[in-house]
Nanobody, 125 residues
Framework: QVQLVESGGGLVQAGGSLRLSCAAS????????MGWFRQAPGKEREFVAA?????????YYADSVKGRFTISRANAKNTVYLQMNSLKPEHTAVYYC?????????????????WGQGTQVTVSS
């Protein structure tokens, strides 16, 4: 069982930056592929970024965030991060981190077994 707690969301002006953190419980964090997803009001949850377990040598991004967002992990701290730069109002959403018990990293939300409660990101124009 893995418990995930996101933090770092908030209100930021367009063009600003935020770094989201997701702290995981358990001693096997490093063995889980991790993902970030978001859900805007009235929209379905969508993929943002994912990182392979262990060294994080494989990373996927949604096309909409490439070059703007960076996912990383610190296994010693049981934490995965999402650095978000040059934010726009359309990035406003609740951001969720997720962990997958299977070894294959994927962008599919249905493949993730554990989810955090989410952190609100609001970008004002």
């Amino acid at each position: 069982q893995v418990q995930l707690v996101e933090s770092g969301g908030g209100l930021v002006q367009a063009g600003g930056s935020l770094r989201l953190s997701c702290a995981a419980s358990g001693r096997t964090f490093s063995s889980y592929p991790m993902g970030w997803f978001r859900q805007a009001p009235g929209k379905e949850r969508e993929f943002v970024a994912a990182i392979r377990q262990w060294s994080g040598s494989i990373i996927y991004y949604a096309d909409s965030v490439k070059g703007r967002f960076t996912i990383s992990r610190a296994n010693a701290k049981n934490t995965v991060y999402l650095q978000m730069n040059s934010l726009k109002p359309e990035h406003t959403a609740v951001y969720y981190c997720a962990a997958r018990s299977n070894v294959v990293v994927t962008a599919s939300a249905n493949a993730y077994n554990y989810w955090g409660q989410g952190t609100q990101v609001t970008v004002s124009s």
